[in-house]
């Protein structure tokens, strides 16, 4: 249903009225609870109103209603995406979306990873097990109350903060907290390694390699080094300064959601690590 043009896609007839209908679905299994509006009441449609969604895009009432009547309109690609977020689509809904509209899916960036609220769900329900998300550049994205609990508040940090090789190397409680410090920072180094070789003109690893450089002597030298094992990834003890010894397995997987993106979960190697982390939880909660 789509046509070539001059080097470019054009929106067909037949597209523009699937992008109508598309938008109107979306919206109709939206409540305004879930995108942070007041119910309300005496609600004369399901889901939220066409004026809610323009308002939550950054779109006059207008313009969207000519979308979601398919008038032959074609929207910018900063119009499909802030209807995307607007509407809380997942990856595979954006990907229909911007098909729809004849544009490109943006790049993933570091800045750009959105997790939608069904994927912070899954998270919440580990709890009282640690578990978050790091993009490609090992950087903490999302996270439950028990990875707060157990590897410090990431809602309290900068971005760097939250980096994971950063924090090994300049965060003093990540070094107190790590049985085998010394094998998981090398491993870390490791990672950075291959993934710079890979890709060295990359302009934010390459800043992350110059401050490590600056201000860790540790890093620069296993950096040098080239060679380096590490410790092998799938089992942690910690020394927790609340809970005390705490043994984690954990597994990494990646979701079509989130391309480039690694979900990381925790769970207790034995049972009284596992009770541990429970009266963690219970600290937190009360």
Do not use: C
């Not at 309290?156 to 094998?183: H, T, V």
């Not at 043994?247 to 690694?262: G, K, M």
């Amino acid at each position: 249903m789509q046509e070539k043009g001059a080097g470019f896609a054009v929106v067909t007839q037949d597209k523009h009225l699937e992008l109508g209908l598309f938008l109107r679905k979306k919206r109709a299994s939206l409540t305004p609870e879930e995108v942070g509006l007041p119910p309300g009441s005496r609600r004369r449609v399901e889901g939220l109103r066409r004026e809610e969604v323009a308002e939550l895009a950054g779109l006059s009432n207008d313009w969207y209603v000519r979308l979601e009547q398919g008038r032959p309109v074609r929207p910018s690609a900063e119009v499909l995406l802030a209807l995307s977020n607007a509407l809380q689509l997942n990856r595979k809904e954006r990907e229909y979306l911007y098909t729809l509209g004849a544009q490109r899916l943006p790049d993933e960036t570091p800045d750009s990873f959105k997790v939608s609220t069904g994927m912070q769900q899954f998270l919440d329900l580990q709890n009282p097990y640690p578990a978050y998300i790091s993009d490609h550049e090992w950087n903490i994205i999302a996270w439950n109350r028990a990875a707060q609990s157990v590897f410090g508040d990431y809602s309290a940090m900068s971005k760097l903060q939250r980096n994971s090789i950063w924090r090994a190397f300049m965060d003093p409680y990540m070094q107190k907290l790590l049985d085998n410090w010394e094998g998981h920072a090398k491993l870390r180094v490791s990672q950075l390694r291959m993934a710079h070789s890979q890709l060295p003109e990359n302009p934010e690893r390459t800043e992350l390699i110059n401050k490590l450089h600056t201000h860790s002597e540790k890093f620069a030298n296993w950096w040098n080094e080239q060679t380096i094992a590490g410790t092998p990834e799938g089992k942690k003890l910690i020394h927790h300064p609340v809970a005390g010894d705490i043994r984690l397995s954990y597994l990494s997987f990646q979701s079509e959601e989130l391309p480039n993106a690694t979900i990381t979960v925790h769970l207790a190697s034995d049972k009284e690590s596992k009770q541990r982390l429970e009266r963690l939880q219970d600290q937190r909660l009360t």
